[in-house]
């Protein structure tokens, strides 16, 4: 319990009387028709992100009522309120631009409007790390609340996901081995209901990693959208929002170091999408937790992909709520977990493993001893062309392209891209490695997800479905291939991509985690001479911000002074 004043008294606006403060706080709150024992009560926020530009969100207005039916029920005043929502596909240049903006938004009105526990409602890829971010900082009383991912849908005789299965007819439609009639029915069959992509992307990878930091109900994670119990798992958020007012537990509680590294292991044995390492890394760094990508090796090292869904193997998030969600998934892993960790819930992991239904679908959570793949689905490599480290999801990757030197044939923008991928007279072979340059947090376009580079036309024409491909961009968790992605220090930083030429050679060597451009020295040192000057700064609003104080992808691409350690100068 607390003294400190609650519900509507909380954080009065100061007119300099606090008295009148009171007055006229309740006064404006009676116009709402709340009634004298209602305006007494503890209030629970509903901080919501939706809107028109968001598909993935179209049942948060179903999710908020039950929310609030979950709230009254356990005696307190459910206030809902809005914050900035990103449409991963309706953001120009980038939703990752946006994501710090959204978590100052929720972070701050968190901190601002009087609520004595928050609900966070998001789905889309990047607003549910945007509202464990904010929620970190603000670190009030917090519960996440996800919309939950697509149900499949059907074309020919085959389930239909987005959007790994989207990317896998445009790749065949690239190769001419489906017609634009065929393309555009499939167009209006990937993503036919309401959700998140119904595969393990970036979405989908967060509401797992929130579920395992205990941020959320066990088996919250992977339920379906339009299926009744996400409404229900809605109603018991609302109760539990409620019980934390009383017994809080913040997020600096729940998300620990230990949450942290149990995060990183069902990443890891979901098969998960690379963007949630960088949110992951910028939600502990809101709590002064960094993450070691060496550290990250060791751990995959040691965490098998349990986890049979696309785009590493064959199913889909609703096949993984039925085969028994994140707990069963934990279950499997519970020797290689911090047991002892706390949960939003009350209980820790392994009292909430212990509790969960024993029967697990073996075809969608596969056995210890009958992996997906024996080793993690992510793997960060290092050298003289990645000093601070890359990114390659290995599960989803074609094993053979794993020790290799390869002929870079070089792309210096995302325009440059567009313009000469499918020139036929490209010099380019399948032996070669597609480089993707300034495309990172420091360039004009922001890290979007373009390291999915398209094999060039007339590769793809002659069947070729993988080739190695190395950008400082990012990647769809809905994609595949042999992507090594998140390069750092970016190309824009003056990072050594800057210095790839088209002809030299790059070294990759999954099994050494290693990552080299086998050029001499001197060589590189008059190249970065050559290099033009950086160009103009902006100098005004949120791209201002963006330019001065983002940090590289291995620092998770949030704000220097939205980090725990306070205002520091960026890198």
Known sequence: MTDAPRGLLGGLTNYGDAGFSRYL???????????????????????????????????????????????LAAGALPIDFPTISLGEVFLSPTSLKYRNLMSMDVEEMIRAQPMDSVVLIGGCDKTVPAQLMGAASADLPAIQLVTGPMSTGRHRGERLGACTDCRRFWARYRADEIDAAEIDAVEQKLASTAGTCAVMGTASTMAAIAEALGMMPAGAAAVPAVDAQRLRIAEETGRIAVALIDAPRRPSEIMTAPAIENALRILLAIGGSTNAILHLTAIAGRLGHPIDLRHLNHLSDTTPVLVNLKPTGDLYMEDLAAAGGIPAVMREIRDLLHLDCMTITGETIGERIDAWDPWVDTKAIRPRTDPVDPEGGLVAL?????????????SAADARLFERQARCVVFDSLDDLAQRIDDPDLDVTADDALILRNAGPCSPSSMPEAGYIPIPRKLAQAGVKDMIRISDARMSGTAFGTVVLHVSPDAA????????????????????RRLELLVDPPELEQRRAALPAPAAPAVRGHDWL??????????????????????????
């Open 382 to 394: 290092f050298g003289n062309l990645a000093p601070r480290g890359a990114i390659l999801k290995r």
């Open 25 to 71: 706080r309740r006064s404006f709150a009676s116009s709402m028709g709340y009634s004298r024992q209602m305006l007494d009560k503890p209030i629970v926020g509903i901080c919501y992100a939706a809107g028109g530009f968001n598909n993935c969100h179209r049942d948060v207005p179903a999710l908020i009522e039950a929310v609030k039916r979950g709230v």
């Open 493 to 512: 930083s003056g990072g050594m991509l800057a210095l790839v030429r088209s002809g030299d050679t790059i070294e990759l060597s999954v099994a050494n």
């Open 546 to 571: 963006h330019a001065q104080f983002i940090t590289q992808a291995d620092q998770g691409c949030d704000f220097t002074f939205l980090q725990r350690q306070g205002v520091t100068q960026p890198a």
